[in-house]
Every structure is written in structure tokens, then in C-alpha cells.
């Protein structure tokens, strides 16, 4: 057996990450007449271009161009869904910082300093920023979902207990370490290359060809690396893209475009904001009969991806429960604020946010442990296991997760602890809750589940492997790398991954969906095998043997009695003219849904998991601290747990930034003020808890024919941090009881905690500081 799948094998490009020496699109080598790119952007929320005088830009130095709507030969619009975002502003203005032109100089200082000059004269309109005010407008970039099952306002209305709140869910900016960037380089016969920072080069080739009047063969796109993503680079990218290229291919010189910080936290997208406001009728124990849940998020000016992002925190307000009469209303809010996009969970965070929260709030109406009152809603083995979406939850593992959890994590002991705790300290008070992840793994754009790869062996031994996939830091090169490498039972050393393509594996699916080993890693062990039968036949053919008496491991190939290194099975089916390249193509089976109706089989499985989380609260500043994680999650049969542990922890703690320091806000005229580090708090190390226990679930490969029973691990653990929040809320409770807990929202900031606090009770305030700490 090669070991090579299933092994904690180091990132392909760690050495490079930690040296210095990788790669990105920022570190391409630019040719001497390279032009720099700098935008003009809006600077109010909403109106009309009354008028524009860019003859000080144009005059400016080192200016060679100014490009606006008018020069854009094809399509102005890199939107790829509704095609509703331009390029550049036309005569409407939809948001604070919308492109409305772009310099083009011999150098980016000269190019930023040229956009300054520009005189633009608004007539203002009046602008919707919020998600309040967008409802009472009926201001909708697409029409409301309701996705229903059952008669949940009858049986609301008749149950012995009732309960009616919400919950407000802050966004999130993807705060990449490396920011939007596209280089382009005009080709022969109007064609352009463009290196893009992006998930999705096929789209970003697409919109590039549409922008430029052009067809997809005239455009390549690749993408060796990107410094993060985390769905800010899926639909985002285009726009820089589509600038670079049509810059390049009007001048004729290579175009380089890279936004600052402060202009990329303006000018893209974040995680959408929701307001979700829930009836529940239940039992005294907790149990949910009926609910009625409205979700409402700000989509910003245009359509990009709220469609999908909607649906899916349709599809994962459920969780972990078993809802047999709902009804989930979804609005999806059009404000005069940038377009929000996909950001990883792509909505089901803030789903499961929603349906948290109604059961955290019923267990303190009933002053019950939260955990008793989630247990009592799971979904059941056998019964009870119909999603409101009419998917039957086949392999539920949530019942095995959080009993293993609260057993290894000492929970009933340490929440009674916390209880002594909080009776004894006025100031500090201590939270713990444990929350459950069931998440649906699958585009629900069905159209979405495909991949393609390219192997080709050469005749040292070596092989080039190509997929569809972005690297982003995840580790996707790895995983597929060592699927190929095991298919021919050799060192991982031997494959080479190169860069995304669009030349070489065309139409590919976003990696994105956390779908990128499950699509890309089957695509390439097809292509393998088409090469391997190939060699398995020539074998058999030279060596009068069957096929099974050849075996490919540790290097070599066994044929018969007879033994000889791959490099040279290989030389000789060469000699021999047997092809040694193939491409291979993989969709996800199973799959089904209805979009007229909401239901279907969107998901080819789930990947499960729950987090034990403890913090402490200084009630007199809002201060918080995550004291101890345990993490329990469940991955199939990893592929590589050093890279899967990775994910887990880095998905938590982004998980928990969103929900307790990253705050965006807008003030009155719609202008973003959080857009740099100096006011946009992500989590730092020291935001890591000093004790982090973190586990993989043992002996649970996927019941699916996934690539070797694997799971996918990018965007579930990310809600593993909704147990931050809650434990936060439990800190509250102790501190300004049950309403106090019920009020705070998200992101739950020192002043956020603070206002939960001080909008219940006043008691905290009398009490003497007492030598405490967090």
C-alpha cells in the first residue's frame, strides 16, 4: 500500500509560503512598459451624473489613458449572474464607491493621483443603506422565497408554549491577506492573457470576452495561487479583470491592476448582513412543533450572488433539527451599498445563526440547559429525518458527535462549575455552550457539480497534473496531487500541479462549495486511471501475463514475477506509442432540485460537527475571551489530516471573528469607515484560546462514493464558532439575565455585550471591581 492518500503530508507550497518565495500574481515580473491602473470611484450612494470633466486626468502626469463606460467594446458588465454591474458607472449611481472610470499611467502613484483631478457633478437621490428600510420600501433584487412545509401557524397557534424574537447578523469582510489584483498581456490576433487572483477563472474568462467583444478562445486566464480568498474571489475578481484586459487590449502594452486595502474593503462585496425575526410554538421540554422564520439580508445594489446565498440559508435554517411544520420566508433586500457576495458557508451561517438562536432563546425562556433543548430537536436515525427541503438525512452523525463532545470536553461538570463561578464574581462571568454543524455539501446550482482535469506522464516518470481547482492556501494542490500519486503508487514528490488554466481544462466549476477535493480529486484519479489502464493493457501485452498480476506501488510495478520501476514501464510504453496523457471529467451523482419548488436532493451529503466553547465576559467593558475550545468534526476519511486540522482551526477562528470583532459600518451617506486594519478588527493569534482541542471523528468514512470516502472541511467548521456566540450569550444571561442574552446581537463586540447588558439591568454597575481577570 503507498502511502501517500490519508496521510498528514505537509502543503505543497509550505516552504514557499514560509520563505518567501511563493508565487502570486503580484510577483509576476513586469515588462518595462507596463501600464498601472487606478480607478474613480463614486462618492456618494445614490444618484445621477449630472456631469464629468476628466480633462485634468487626462492631462495629468504620466497619464497615457482614461477609459469610462463609453470604451468598452463589448458588454459593460462583470455581474455573472444577472448581469447588472457595470463596469464603470453609466448615469446612475448605486453605491459609495462604484468605479466610474479608470486611469491608466505609467505607474500607480501617477495613475492614483491622476483619479483625484476628476470633476464630477451628482444629481443626489435618496438612498436605502439598511435592511429596515429596504422591507418597508419593497426594495428587492429578486423576489421573496418561501420554502413551507406542513401547517406551522396552526400548529403555532395550538401549542402549549409560544415564543416570538430575532436576531440581527452582522457581515464580514473576506480581509484576504493578498488583495484584487490582475495583470494582463495583449497575444497575437486580439487575444489577452490575464493572470488573475480568482476562484473562478472560467467566469473571469467568460466576462473578460463578453467585456471585450471577443470570443472565450481569445481570452486565457490562470491563477497559480491565490493569498485567500474565502469566496471574496469568486464573482469579485471580474471587474479588475475585465479593467486590466480591456486596458491592455486598447493600448497594447500589459496592464496591471492591484487595489490598496482601503479601496478593495470599498469597492467589493462582504458576507451579507441579515435580520431574522421567528414564531415558535413548542413543549415544556423544548421540543419545537411549529416555526415561522423570516430572513431578510442586505444584497447591496445588484444581484452577484444573492440568489444562491439566500437559498442556501434557506436550506440550513434547519441545522441539525428536525422542523416538520415550517415556513421560511427569505427577502432579499436591494440597499444602496456595494454588492455582497459569496463568503464562505455562503449563507448557511447565517441560517444557522437563525435557528440557533430560536432554540437558545426557548431554552432560557424555559430556564433549561440550551444543550438539552438542541438534543431534544436533532434529527432522528430512521424517523423524523426529512429536511424542510424534502432531502431525507440519510447518515446522521450529529447524535455520536455531541455525545462523544460533551463526554471528552467534561461539559455537565464544567457548566455547573461555571455556575459556582458566576454566583461568586460580580465582574467576570464565565459562558460555555455547545453547538452542532450539519452542512450540505454540493453547488445548489446543480449545473455546478462537474470538474475536469489533465494528466499527462512523462517518460522519467514525472507527472503534470492540471485541474480545475484554485489553490487559495487550502491545500486543494495537495490533496488532488497525492490522489494521482496513489493511483500510481508513487512518492508525491514525483507530481507537479500547475497553474489553473483555462486553456487546458475549460469550463470549470468556482472552487468554492467546499466542493474542491470532492470535484477535482475525482476528475484527476479518472484521468489517472484511463493512463493506468492504458499501461496495465501494455503490460499484459509484453508480458503475457492478466491484468490483475499488475500492481503499481512504491515506485515500481510489479507485472507477473517480474519487477522494474515505473520510469521505465513508462519509457517503454512510450517506445511502444501508447498515449500517455488523458484528461479525465467527474459529476456529482445523485443530485436534484427544483428551483420552482425548493426541493430536491440539492446536497450529495452532509459533513457534521460540534464545538464546545467557554469564554469570559468583563461585564463592566464588554471584554471577552475565548478561555477553551473542543472541537469534534467529522471529515470522512481525510484525504491529509494535517491539512483538514488546519481548516478546522482557521474556519473556527474566522467563524468566531465574524461574530465577536468584525464589524462593518456605514455611516448616514452610505460611505464603508471600517475599510482598513486600523478599523476593521479581524481575530489575531492572540485571539487563539490556549486550550484548543481539536479532534477528527474516527472511523466514519463518507457513506458516499466521494473521492476515497473523504468529506469536505472548507466551510463547515467555520460554524462551529456560532458555540462562541452562544457561550457569550450564556456570560450574559449569568451576568443581566435571560432578556439581557436574548438581546445581544451579532457581531457580539464589547460594546454590543455592554448594550445586552445595560438594556436589562443596572446591577453590574453597583457591584465593587473585584481583582479579576479574563
Same mark, same amino acid.
Given at each position: 500500500?503507498?502511502?501517500?492518500?490519508?496521510?498528514? %503530508?505537509?502543503?505543497?507550497?509550505a516552504?514557499?509560503? %514560509?520563505?518567501?518565495?511563493?508565487?502570486?500574481?503580484?510577483?509576476?515580473?513586469?515588462?518595462?512598459?507596463?501600464?498601472?491602473?487606478?480607478?474613480?470611484?463614486?462618492?456618494?450612494?445614490?444618484?445621477?451624473?449630472?456631469?464629468?470633466?476628466?480633462?485634468?486626468?487626462?492631462?495629468?502626469?504620466?497619464?497615457?489613458?482614461?477609459?469610462?463606460?463609453? #470604451?468598452? /467594446?463589448?458588454?459593460?458588465?462583470?455581474?455573472?449572474?444577472?448581469?447588472?454591474?457595470?463596469?464603470?458607472?453609466? =448615469?446612475?449611481?448605486?453605491?459609495?464607491?462604484?468605479?466610474?472610470?479608470?486611469?491608466?499611467?505609467?505607474?500607480? #502613484?501617477?495613475?492614483?493621483?491622476?483619479?483625484?483631478?476628476?470633476?464630477? +457633478?451628482?444629481?443626489?437621490?435618496?438612498?436605502?443603506?439598511?435592511?429596515?428600510?429596504?422591507? $418597508?420600501?419593497?426594495?428587492?433584487?429578486?423576489?421573496?422565497?418561501?420554502?413551507?412545509?406542513?401547517?406551522?401557524?396552526?400548529?403555532?397557534?395550538?401549542?402549549?408554549?409560544?415564543?416570538?424574537?430575532?436576531?440581527?447578523?452582522?457581515?464580514?469582510?473576506?480581509?484576504?491577506?493578498?488583495g484584487?489584483?490582475?495583470?494582463?498581456?495583449?497575444?497575437?490576433?486580439?487575444? %489577452?492573457?490575464?493572470?488573475?487572483?480568482?476562484?473562478?477563472?472560467?467566469?473571469?474568462?467568460?466576462l473578460?470576452?463578453?467585456?471585450?467583444?471577443?470570443?472565450?478562445?481569445?481570452?486565457?486566464?490562470?491563477?497559480?495561487?491565490?493569498?485567500?480568498?474565502?469566496?471574496?474571489?469568486?464573482?469579485?475578481?471580474?471587474?479588475?479583470?475585465?479593467?486590466?484586459?480591456?486596458?491592455?487590449?486598447?493600448t497594447?502594452?500589459?496592464?496591471?491592476v492591484?487595489?490598496?486595502? +482601503?479601496? #478593495?474593503?470599498?469597492m467589493?462585496g462582504?458576507?451579507?448582513?441579515?435580520?431574522?425575526e421567528? =414564531?415558535?410554538?413548542?413543549?415544556?421540554?423544548?421540543?419545537?412543533?411549529?416555526?415561522?422564520?423570516?430572513?431578510?439580508?442586505?444584497?447591496?445594489y445588484?444581484?452577484?450572488?444573492?440568489?444562491?446565498?439566500?437559498?442556501?440559508?434557506?436550506?440550513?435554517? =434547519?441545522?441539525?433539527?428536525?422542523?416538520?411544520h415550517?415556513?421560511?420566508?427569505?427577502?432579499?433586500?436591494?440597499?444602496?451599498?456595494?454588492?455582497?457576495?459569496?463568503?464562505?458557508?455562503?449563507?448557511?451561517?447565517?441560517?444557522?445563526?437563525?435557528?440557533?438562536?430560536?432554540?437558545?432563546?426557548?431554552?432560557?425562556?424555559? =430556564?433549561?440547559?440550551?444543550?438539552?433543548?438542541?438534543?431534544?430537536?436533532?434529527y432522528?436515525?430512521?424517523?423524523?429525518?426529512?429536511?424542510?427541503?424534502?432531502?431525507?438525512?440519510?447518515?446522521?452523525?450529529?447524535?455520536?458527535?455531541?455525545?462523544?463532545?460533551?463526554?471528552?470536553?467534561d461539559?455537565?461538570?464544567?457548566?455547573?462549575?461555571?455556575?459556582?463561578?458566576? $454566583?461568586?464574581? /460580580?465582574?467576570?462571568?464565565?459562558g460555555?455552550?455547545? *453547538?452542532?454543524?450539519?452542512?450540505?455539501?454540493?453547488?445548489?446550482?446543480?449545473?455546478?457539480?462537474?470538474?475536469?482535469?489533465?494528466?499527462?506522464?512523462?517518460?522519467?516518470?514525472?507527472?503534470?497534473?492540471?485541474?480545475?481547482?484554485?489553490?487559495?492556501?487550502?491545500?486543494?494542490?495537495?490533496?488532488?496531487?497525492?490522489?494521482?500519486?496513489?493511483?500510481?503508487?508513487?512518492?508525491?514528490?514525483?507530481?507537479?500541479?500547475?497553474?489553473?488554466?483555462?486553456?487546458?481544462?475549460p469550463?470549470?466549476?468556482?472552487?468554492?462549495?467546499?466542493?474542491?477535493?470532492?470535484?477535482?480529486?475525482?476528475?484527476?484519479?479518472?484521468?489517472?486511471?484511463?493512463?493506468?489502464?492504458?499501461?496495465?493493457?501494455?503490460?499484459?501485452?509484453?508480458?503475457?501475463?492478466q491484468?490483475?498480476?499488475?500492481?503499481?506501488?512504491?515506485?515500481?510495478?510489479r507485472?507477473?514475477?517480474?519487477?522494474l520501476?515505473?520510469? $521505465?514501464?513508462?519509457?517503454?510504453?512510450?517506445?511502444?506509442?501508447?498515449?500517455?496523457?488523458?484528461?479525465?471529467?467527474?459529476?456529482?451523482?445523485?443530485i436534484?432540485?427544483?428551483?420552482s419548488?425548493?426541493?430536491g436532493?440539492?446536497?450529495?451529503?452532509?459533513?457534521?460537527?460540534?464545538?464546545?466553547?467557554?469564554?469570559?465576559? +468583563?461585564?463592566?467593558?464588554?471584554?471577552?475571551?475565548?478561555?477553551r475550545?473542543d472541537?469534534?468534526?467529522?471529515?470522512?476519511?481525510?484525504?491529509?489530516?494535517?491539512? +483538514?486540522?488546519?481548516?478546522?482551526?482557521?474556519?473556527?477562528?474566522?467563524?468566531?471573528?465574524?461574530? *465577536?470583532?468584525?464589524?462593518?459600518w456605514?455611516?448616514?451617506?452610505?460611505?464603508l469607515?471600517?475599510?482598513?486594519?486600523?478599523?476593521?478588527?479581524?481575530?489575531?493569534?492572540?485571539?487563539?484560546?490556549?486550550?484548543?482541542?481539536?479532534?477528527?471523528?474516527?472511523n466514519?468514512?463518507n457513506?458516499?462514493?466521494?473521492?476515497?470516502?473523504?468529506?469536505?472541511?472548507?466551510?463547515?467548521?467555520?460554524?462551529?464558532?456560532?458555540?462562541?456566540?452562544?457561550?457569550?450569550?450564556?456570560?450574559?444571561?449569568?451576568a443581566?439575565?435571560?432578556i439581557?442574552?436574548?438581546?445581544? *446581537?451579532? /457581531?457580539?463586540?464589547?460594546?454590543?455585550?455592554?448594550?445586552?447588558?445595560?438594556?436589562?439591568?443596572?446591577?453590574v454597575?453597583?457591584?465593587?471591581?473585584?481583582?479579576?481577570?479574563?
Amino acid at each position: 500500500m503507498n502511502p501517500v492518500v490519508n496521510q498528514p %503530508v505537509a502543503h505543497e507550497s509550505a516552504a514557499l509560503h %514560509v520563505s518567501g518565495r511563493a508565487y502570486y500574481a503580484d510577483d509576476i515580473a513586469l515588462p518595462a512598459n507596463v501600464l498601472h491602473v487606478a480607478f474613480g470611484m463614486s462618492d456618494i450612494a445614490h444618484g445621477r451624473i449630472k456631469h464629468m470633466d476628466l480633462s485634468a486626468v487626462l492631462s495629468a502626469p504620466g497619464v497615457v489613458r482614461v477609459f469610462t463606460a463609453m #470604451d468598452i /467594446p463589448g458588454e459593460n458588465n462583470y455581474g455573472p449572474v444577472m448581469h447588472d454591474d457595470p463596469i464603470f458607472a453609466t =448615469d446612475i449611481i448605486q453605491f459609495h464607491g462604484q468605479p466610474i472610470f479608470a486611469v491608466a499611467a505609467n505607474s500607480i #502613484d501617477m495613475a492614483r493621483r491622476a483619479a483625484k483631478l476628476a470633476r464630477i +457633478d451628482y444629481e443626489p437621490l435618496p438612498a436605502i443603506l439598511d435592511i429596515a428600510t429596504a422591507l $418597508a420600501a419593497d426594495s428587492f433584487v429578486l423576489p421573496t422565497e418561501t420554502l413551507r412545509r406542513g401547517e406551522p401557524e396552526v400548529v403555532i397557534s395550538e401549542a402549549p408554549q409560544r415564543l416570538s424574537g430575532a436576531i440581527s447578523i452582522g457581515g464580514q469582510d473576506h480581509f484576504y491577506l493578498e488583495g484584487q489584483i490582475a495583470f494582463a498581456l495583449p497575444q497575437e490576433n486580439g487575444g %489577452v492573457l490575464v493572470h488573475s487572483s480568482t476562484q473562478h477563472p472560467s467566469e473571469v474568462q467568460h466576462l473578460v470576452a463578453h467585456a471585450l467583444g471577443k470570443h472565450a478562445h481569445d481570452v486565457v486566464v490562470q491563477c497559480r495561487r491565490m493569498g485567500g480568498g474565502f469566496g471574496g474571489k469568486e464573482s469579485q475578481p471580474a471587474l479588475f479583470a475585465c479593467v486590466a484586459a480591456l486596458v491592455a487590449t486598447a493600448t497594447g502594452r500589459p496592464t496591471k491592476v492591484r487595489l490598496d486595502r +482601503d479601496d #478593495d474593503m470599498v469597492m467589493t462585496g462582504k458576507r451579507h448582513d441579515f435580520i431574522a425575526e421567528y =414564531d415558535v410554538g413548542f413543549d415544556d421540554q423544548g421540543r419545537i412543533f411549529g416555526l415561522s422564520l423570516m430572513l431578510a439580508s442586505r444584497c447591496g445594489y445588484s444581484v452577484d450572488l444573492s440568489g444562491p446565498v439566500n437559498d442556501r440559508a434557506m436550506f440550513h435554517a =434547519d441545522n441539525c433539527y428536525f422542523l416538520e411544520h415550517v415556513q421560511i420566508v427569505s427577502h432579499r433586500c436591494k440597499t444602496h451599498t456595494v454588492s455582497n457576495t459569496a463568503f464562505r458557508g455562503f449563507g448557511g451561517p447565517q441560517g444557522m445563526m437563525a435557528i440557533e438562536a430560536v432554540l437558545d432563546d426557548i431554552a432560557r425562556h424555559l =430556564d433549561l440547559d440550551p444543550l438539552a433543548v438542541r438534543r431534544i430537536n436533532f434529527y432522528g436515525i430512521g424517523e423524523r429525518n426529512v429536511t424542510p427541503y424534502h432531502m431525507q438525512v440519510e447518515d446522521n452523525l450529529v447524535h455520536r458527535i455531541v455525545d462523544d463532545l460533551v463526554a471528552s470536553s467534561d461539559y455537565t461538570s464544567r457548566r455547573t462549575a461555571i455556575t459556582k463561578f458566576n $454566583a461568586h464574581n /460580580p465582574i467576570i462571568k464565565r459562558g460555555i455552550a455547545l *453547538t452542532p454543524v450539519k452542512f450540505g455539501i454540493s453547488f445548489t446550482a446543480t449545473q455546478y457539480n462537474q470538474a475536469g482535469a489533465l494528466v499527462q506522464v512523462y517518460t522519467d516518470g514525472s507527472i503534470l497534473l492540471n485541474h480545475g481547482g484554485t489553490e487559495m492556501g487550502q491545500g486543494l494542490f495537495t490533496k488532488v496531487a497525492q490522489v494521482v500519486a496513489d493511483e500510481f503508487g508513487i512518492a508525491l514528490d514525483q507530481v507537479r500541479v500547475s497553474t489553473t488554466d483555462t486553456s487546458k481544462v475549460p469550463n470549470t466549476s468556482a472552487t468554492a462549495a467546499s466542493s474542491g477535493s470532492d470535484l477535482n480529486g475525482k476528475a484527476a484519479q479518472i484521468a489517472a486511471r484511463i493512463i493506468k489502464e492504458r499501461l496495465i493493457a501494455f503490460a499484459v501485452e509484453t508480458y503475457h501475463v492478466q491484468a490483475h498480476e499488475v500492481v503499481f506501488e512504491a515506485g515500481k510495478v510489479r507485472i507477473g514475477a517480474n519487477s522494474l520501476g515505473f520510469d $521505465a514501464l513508462v519509457r517503454d510504453a512510450y517506445l511502444a506509442r501508447i498515449s500517455l496523457s488523458s484528461t479525465g471529467f467527474y459529476r456529482t451523482p445523485k443530485i436534484h432540485y427544483n428551483r420552482s419548488t425548493l426541493r430536491g436532493r440539492p446536497f450529495f451529503y452532509f459533513a457534521y460537527g460540534a464545538a464546545v466553547t467557554e469564554v469570559a465576559v +468583563d461585564t463592566l467593558t464588554g471584554e471577552n475571551r475565548i478561555l477553551r475550545v473542543d472541537i469534534l468534526h467529522d471529515v470522512g476519511k481525510s484525504l491529509n489530516p494535517a491539512l +483538514d486540522i488546519g481548516q478546522i482551526e482557521g474556519g473556527f477562528l474566522q467563524g468566531a471573528g465574524w461574530l *465577536t470583532s468584525e464589524e462593518l459600518w456605514w455611516n448616514n451617506q452610505g460611505e464603508l469607515k471600517t475599510h482598513a486594519p486600523s478599523t476593521y478588527k479581524i481575530p489575531a493569534v492572540s485571539d487563539w484560546p490556549e486550550d484548543a482541542r481539536v479532534r477528527l471523528l474516527d472511523n466514519t468514512p463518507n457513506a458516499e462514493d466521494t473521492i476515497f470516502h473523504s468529506k469536505a472541511v472548507g466551510e463547515p467548521p467555520l460554524m462551529l464558532a456560532i458555540s462562541v456566540f452562544h457561550a457569550l450569550r450564556d456570560a450574559v444571561a449569568s451576568a443581566a439575565g435571560p432578556i439581557a442574552a436574548m438581546n445581544l *446581537t451579532a /457581531p457580539a463586540t464589547p460594546q454590543a455585550i455592554l448594550h445586552a447588558i445595560d438594556g436589562s439591568t443596572e446591577s453590574v454597575r453597583n457591584h465593587a471591581v473585584a481583582e479579576e481577570s479574563v
